[in-house]
């Protein structure tokens, strides 16, 4: 089970942190990744993080502003977003995927097993 938090409404340029927590033993066998949702728009990809967390990528519109980080110990991934823009609004979702190399995370969305409820995330400009 995967559960977001730390979503809201804030200003533009302005920072959140997203937070996800997961339940179960074996979180450090999982790539994980943040995906988000416009109203009227498809999923679309925002950041993974490798199991090991030696591996990420952002796609091009958070690069530069979003940082994804995992504590394997914890059980938790986080997306520190900062800079924020009106375009980043959106419902946030945490997904998993089992990995069997340690150092790499897809970016398809169809390609994650577990899926948390989302948070939103307002940015007003």
């Known amino acids: 089970q995967l559960v977001e938090s730390g979503g809201g409404l804030v200003q533009a340029g302005e920072s959140l942190t997203l937070s996800c927590d997961a339940s179960?033993?074996?979180?450090?066998?999982?790539?994980m990744a943040w995906f988000r949702q416009a109203p009227g728009k498809e999923r679309e990809f925002v950041s993974a993080?490798?199991?090991?967390?030696?591996?990420?990528g952002y796609s091009d519109s958070v690069k530069g502003r979003f940082t994804i980080s995992r504590d394997n110990a914890k059980n938790t991934v986080v997306l520190q977003m900062n800079s924020l823009e009106p375009e980043d609004t959106g419902v946030y979702y945490c997904?998993?995927?089992?990995?069997?190399?340690?150092?790499?995370?897809?970016?398809?969305?169809?390609?994650?097993?577990?899926w948390g409820q989302g948070t939103q995330v307002t940015v007003s400009s």
């Open positions: 179960g033993r074996a979180f450090s066998a999982y790539a």
């Open positions: 993080i490798s199991r090991s967390g030696g591996g990420t």
């Open positions: 997904a998993a995927d089992f990995a069997v190399d340690s150092s790499s995370y897809p970016r398809f969305s169809n390609s994650y097993t577990y």
